[in-house]
Nanobody, 124 residues
Framework: QVQLVESGGGSVQAGGALRLSCVASGNTGSTYSLGWFRQAPGKEREGVATINNYGTTNYAGSVKGRFTISQDNAKNTLYLEMNSLKPEDTAMYYC??????????????????WGQGTQVTVSS
C-alpha cells in the first residue's frame, strides 16, 4: 500500500504564496507519476500539475507560470510552490500517485492513490 500525507495549506491574500508538501510512504516504485489536484465546492476535481520519475512536468493552463511542482526523492516528498495566488485558486488540494507508469496525465481517474487533502483559501 501507499500512503500520502499533505501539509502546507492555509489562508492567504490574493497575490500571496504557499508551498504544499506531500510525503509518500509504503510500496512505492522507481517508475511513477505524482500529481497535485484540487477540488472547489460544487466543482469536479481538476488536475493542477504532475511530475514523473524523469522530472518531466505538466501543468494545467490556469496555473502555468504561477505554480511549480517539484520533488525531493531522498525525502520521498512532492512539493507544489504556488505564487501569485488568486481567489479562484481556493480549493482542497490533493496529492496523488500512480506507479509503474510515467505518463503525465492530469486526469484524476488515472491515479489510484490519494492523500487526505489540505485546504487552500485565497481572499481578495
Amino acid at each position: 500500500q501507499v500512503q500520502l500525507v499533505e501539509s502546507g495549506g492555509g489562508s492567504v491574500q490574493a497575490g500571496g504564496a504557499l508551498r504544499l508538501s506531500c510525503v509518500a510512504s509504503g510500496n512505492t516504485g522507481s517508475t511513477y507519476s505524482l500529481g497535485w489536484f484540487r477540488q472547489a465546492p460544487g466543482k469536479e476535481r481538476e488536475g493542477v500539475a504532475t511530475i514523473n520519475n524523469y522530472g518531466t512536468t505538466n501543468y494545467a493552463g490556469s496555473v502555468k507560470g504561477r505554480f511549480t511542482i517539484s520533488q525531493d526523492n531522498a525525502k520521498n516528498t512532492l512539493y507544489l510552490e504556488m505564487n501569485s495566488l488568486k481567489p479562484e485558486d481556493t480549493a482542497m488540494y490533493y496529492c496523488a500517485a500512480r506507479y509503474g507508469v510515467a505518463w503525465l496525465s492530469l486526469r484524476a481517474d488515472n491515479f489510484p492513490y490519494w492523500g487526505q487533502g489540505t485546504q487552500v483559501t485565497v481572499s481578495s
